[in-house]
């Protein structure tokens, strides 16, 4: 059975996200039915990783089996016209059968935009946080350059999870602004659940002053989610791309 890689695209607003939910529409449910409707055949789509209800992706990455010989050509052909309009598949792939788009990722790049102006927007307004008080940015990169690195990530994860692993190795952590727009980018190997916008919550208020940069240290010691910052809202997060090991 063909292993089937797909790179997908969508809008996260109106779904309850990747994950498959009893009376709720998701992601994966959507995939799913679409490739019920092409190939009359059920099977399991898995993403890279599970986004939370209302984030969005330019490159999540999905992956199944399936006993179909079609080209990659096909198989985008065929989504793109059974998919709603708020799912897309940007490329399809054809893998060997090692691989899996959860197991095999090696790392994965997420955005956050926040528009930092006093009147709110009404294009982006869900695709960022609007924040009305002035966010200084150097105090948020010196926060986020404390963050690379392997860390136990337990001050920086939702709750509810079956999680066993709280170490994660941050590679990248960066705050740009232009104009009005903040987006902050953070690449890791993997990510807990909530991780990125629990630390973008805490990057803000460091941003207002009601933390300071040194707290970074204590909220990382203390592996207790309640030293960190608020939980960002879901629709500023956005899913860039994932990267595989030599078998992509």
Not at 104 to 125: H, T
Not at 127 to 144: D, N, R, T
Not at 147 to 166: A, K, M, Q, R, V
Not at 193 to 203: D, E, F, Q, S
Request: hydrophobic share 40%; with cysteine.
């Amino acid at each position: 059975m063909p292993t089937v890689k797909l790179i997908l695209e969508y809008d996260g607003t109106n779904y309850a996200g990747w994950q498959r939910q009893p009376d709720q529409p998701t992601i994966q449910e959507a995939v799913e039915s679409a490739l019920y409707l092409l190939t009359q055949s059920h099977a399991s789509v898995i993403a890279a990783g599970r986004t939370d209800a209302g984030v969005h992706a330019l490159g999540q990455v999905a992956s199944f089996r399936i006993n179909k010989a079609w080209t990659a050509a096909e198989w985008i052909r065929g989504f793109n016209a059974r998919l709603p309009k708020d799912i897309a598949v940007r490329s399809a792939a054809i893998m060997p059968d090692e691989f899996h788009a959860r197991y095999a990722a090696r790392g994965k790049l997420y955005e956050y935009r926040i528009v930092n102006r006093p009147e709110r927007p009404a294009v982006a307004r869900t695709y960022s946080w609007h924040i009305g008080p002035f966010l200084k940015i150097e105090p948020m990169i010196q926060a986020g350059n404390a963050l690379i690195g392997s860390h136990d990530f337990s001050s920086f994860e939702g709750t509810l999870t079956d999680n066993e692993d709280p170490m994660c190795n941050i590679q990248q952590l960066t705050v740009t602004r232009q104009d009005d727009r903040l987006n902050i980018h953070i690449y890791a190997d993997r990510f807990l659940k909530h991780m990125v916008r629990n630390i973008v919550g805490t990057l803000v208020e460091i941003g207002h002053g009601k933390r300071s940069v040194m707290n970074i240290s204590e909220i990382l010691a203390a592996r207790d989610r309640r030293r960190a910052g608020r939980t960002a809202p879901p629709q500023g997060l956005f899913l860039v791309k994932v990267d595989y090991a030599t078998i992509s």
